[in-house]
Nanobody, 119 residues
Framework: QVQLVESGGGSVQSGGSLRLSCAAS????????MGWYRQAPGNERNMVAQVTFGGTTIYADSVKGRFTISRDSAKNTVYLQMNNLKPEDTAVYYC?????????????WGQGTQVTVSS
Protein backbone atom coordinates (compact mmCIF):
# COMPACT_ATOMS: atom_id res chain seq x y z
CA GLN A 1 0.00 0.00 0.00
CA VAL A 2 1.37 3.36 -1.04
CA GLN A 3 1.74 5.78 1.84
CA LEU A 4 1.82 9.54 1.38
CA VAL A 5 2.45 11.52 4.56
CA GLU A 6 1.31 15.12 4.50
CA SER A 7 2.13 17.95 6.88
CA GLY A 8 2.06 21.72 7.06
CA GLY A 9 -1.59 22.69 7.12
CA GLY A 10 -3.00 25.19 9.57
CA SER A 11 -4.81 28.47 10.02
CA VAL A 12 -3.58 31.82 8.73
CA GLN A 13 -4.97 35.23 8.01
CA SER A 14 -5.57 36.49 4.51
CA GLY A 15 -2.26 37.39 2.88
CA GLY A 16 -0.31 34.88 4.92
CA SER A 17 1.75 31.91 3.80
CA LEU A 18 1.91 28.19 4.45
CA ARG A 19 4.03 25.36 3.10
CA LEU A 20 2.63 21.88 2.68
CA SER A 21 4.85 18.81 2.50
CA CYS A 22 4.16 15.31 1.26
CA ALA A 23 6.64 12.50 1.75
CA ALA A 24 6.53 9.29 -0.28
CA SER A 25 8.60 6.16 -0.60
CA UNK A 26 11.56 6.46 -2.91
CA UNK A 27 10.32 4.11 -5.62
CA UNK A 28 6.90 5.73 -5.78
CA UNK A 29 8.36 9.21 -5.78
CA UNK A 30 10.75 8.48 -8.64
CA UNK A 31 8.11 7.19 -11.06
CA UNK A 32 5.17 9.39 -10.12
CA UNK A 33 3.76 12.69 -11.17
CA MET A 34 3.09 14.39 -7.84
CA GLY A 35 0.26 16.80 -7.24
CA TRP A 36 -1.80 18.72 -4.75
CA TYR A 37 -5.58 18.79 -4.87
CA ARG A 38 -8.06 20.54 -2.62
CA GLN A 39 -11.64 20.04 -1.60
CA ALA A 40 -13.85 22.57 0.15
CA PRO A 41 -17.09 21.48 1.87
CA GLY A 42 -19.76 20.73 -0.70
CA ASN A 43 -17.32 21.01 -3.59
CA GLU A 44 -15.48 18.56 -5.79
CA ARG A 45 -11.82 17.76 -5.33
CA ASN A 46 -9.86 19.86 -7.79
CA MET A 47 -6.26 19.99 -8.92
CA VAL A 48 -4.22 22.84 -7.47
CA ALA A 49 -0.75 22.07 -8.83
CA GLN A 50 1.19 19.19 -10.34
CA VAL A 51 4.85 18.45 -10.98
CA THR A 52 5.77 15.55 -13.24
CA PHE A 53 8.65 13.21 -12.49
CA GLY A 54 10.44 15.14 -15.24
CA GLY A 55 9.91 18.45 -13.45
CA THR A 56 7.15 20.03 -15.55
CA THR A 57 4.71 22.06 -13.44
CA ILE A 58 1.04 22.81 -13.96
CA TYR A 59 -1.12 25.17 -11.89
CA ALA A 60 -4.78 25.92 -11.57
CA ASP A 61 -5.54 29.42 -12.81
CA SER A 62 -6.76 30.45 -9.36
CA VAL A 63 -3.34 29.90 -7.76
CA LYS A 64 -0.95 30.97 -10.51
CA GLY A 65 1.55 33.50 -9.22
CA ARG A 66 0.76 32.67 -5.59
CA PHE A 67 1.52 28.95 -5.18
CA THR A 68 4.69 27.09 -6.10
CA ILE A 69 5.03 23.31 -6.30
CA SER A 70 8.43 21.67 -6.10
CA ARG A 71 9.90 18.24 -5.55
CA ASP A 72 13.03 17.24 -3.67
CA SER A 73 14.37 13.93 -4.92
CA ALA A 74 16.86 13.65 -2.06
CA LYS A 75 13.98 13.70 0.44
CA ASN A 76 11.31 12.04 -1.72
CA THR A 77 9.09 14.95 -0.84
CA VAL A 78 6.87 17.32 -2.77
CA TYR A 79 6.12 20.78 -1.44
CA LEU A 80 3.43 23.35 -2.03
CA GLN A 81 4.46 26.86 -1.05
CA MET A 82 1.35 28.97 -0.71
CA ASN A 83 1.72 32.75 -0.55
CA ASN A 84 -0.80 35.56 -0.44
CA LEU A 85 -3.46 33.15 0.79
CA LYS A 86 -7.09 34.10 0.38
CA PRO A 87 -10.22 32.91 2.23
CA GLU A 88 -11.26 31.04 -0.91
CA ASP A 89 -8.14 28.88 -0.54
CA THR A 90 -9.71 27.32 2.55
CA ALA A 91 -10.04 23.58 1.96
CA VAL A 92 -8.63 20.17 2.78
CA TYR A 93 -5.50 19.71 0.69
CA TYR A 94 -4.59 16.24 -0.56
CA CYS A 95 -1.31 14.98 -1.93
CA UNK A 96 -1.52 12.71 -4.98
CA UNK A 97 0.96 10.38 -6.65
CA UNK A 98 0.04 9.21 -10.14
CA UNK A 99 2.03 6.73 -12.18
CA UNK A 100 1.62 4.43 -15.14
CA UNK A 101 2.95 0.89 -14.95
CA UNK A 102 2.70 -1.43 -17.97
CA UNK A 103 0.01 0.80 -19.43
CA UNK A 104 -2.15 0.89 -16.32
CA UNK A 105 -2.58 4.07 -14.30
CA UNK A 106 -2.34 4.07 -10.52
CA UNK A 107 -3.26 6.95 -8.22
CA UNK A 108 -2.59 7.24 -4.49
CA TRP A 109 -3.80 9.85 -2.01
CA GLY A 110 -2.62 11.27 1.25
CA GLN A 111 -4.88 11.63 4.26
CA GLY A 112 -5.46 15.34 3.69
CA THR A 113 -4.46 18.41 5.65
CA GLN A 114 -6.72 21.32 6.53
CA VAL A 115 -5.87 24.83 5.39
CA THR A 116 -8.01 27.63 6.79
CA VAL A 117 -7.62 31.25 5.71
CA SER A 118 -9.51 33.91 7.63
CA SER A 119 -10.28 37.39 6.33
Amino acid sequence: QVQLVESGGGSVQSGGSLRLSCAASEIIFRISDMGWYRQAPGNERNMVAQVTFGGTTIYADSVKGRFTISRDSAKNTVYLQMNNLKPEDTAVYYCNARRRIFGKEYSSWGQGTQVTVSS
